[in-house]
């Protein structure tokens, strides 16, 4: 056995959270990211029954999966309640988050000061790179759906998914 385990030491975990509707190249970028700073980073498709998405919880899962394969130390899995309780099952200590914007800031802010106040669980944030600095899940669907080019924003396969349920509706 190699790795921290077998050095007795704990392995750092952390969560990149969202809805994932689905995972963007911003996204992943930032997955990406935490993972070459984690030993796991574990993704977590928050289920909100009252958003009705374009995908599946389990069609985001499996993108994300496919999307991440390479990273080898990315977990996908959902769940349905706080984030914080997600954490505790897991003992992750730290949420991975991306700011595109000072706009995201102070929503973010409030979320990562409930969460640390709820268990204690810090919030990392991580400069979104610039490329992507105006991408969300929202906005590539309303584009798409209106036929614009979005191909360059998504991973191939996700967008390829993406064309498929437009033209399904
Ligand atoms: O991709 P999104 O929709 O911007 O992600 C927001 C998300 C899902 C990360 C956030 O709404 C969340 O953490 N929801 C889980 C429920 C929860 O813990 N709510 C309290 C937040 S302080």
Redesign the pocket.
């Known amino acids: 056995m190699t790795g921290p385990e077998s050095e007795g030491r704990k392995l750092r975990r952390a969560v990149c ?4 509707d689905p995972i963007t190249n911003g996204h992943l970028d930032i997955i990406a990211r935490a993972s070459k700073l984690y030993d796991v980073v574990h993704v977590a498709v ?1 289920i ?1 029954q009252s958003k009705q998405g374009l995908f599946t919880v389990e069609e985001r899962m499996d993108l994300i999966r496919q999307v991440t394969r390479d990273y080898g130390n990315v977990e996908v899995e959902s769940h349905h ?4 309780d997600f954490c505790k099952q897991r003992d992750i200590p730290a949420i991975v988050k991306g700011l595109r914007a000072v706009s995201d800031f102070d929503y973010e802010l409030q ?1 990562a000061q ?2 640390n106040g709820l268990s204690g669980v810090e919030t990392l944030f991580v400069p979104t790179n610039p490329t992507y600095s105006f991408l969300s899940s929202s906005l590539v669907k309303e584009v798409a759906a209106w036929g614009g080019d979005v191909s360059h924003l998504l991973p191939p396969v996700v967008h390829e998914a993406l064309t498929r349920r437009l033209a399904e509706k």
């Open positions: 959270p969202g809805s994932f928050m909100n309640g706080l984030l914080v979320m409930m969460n």
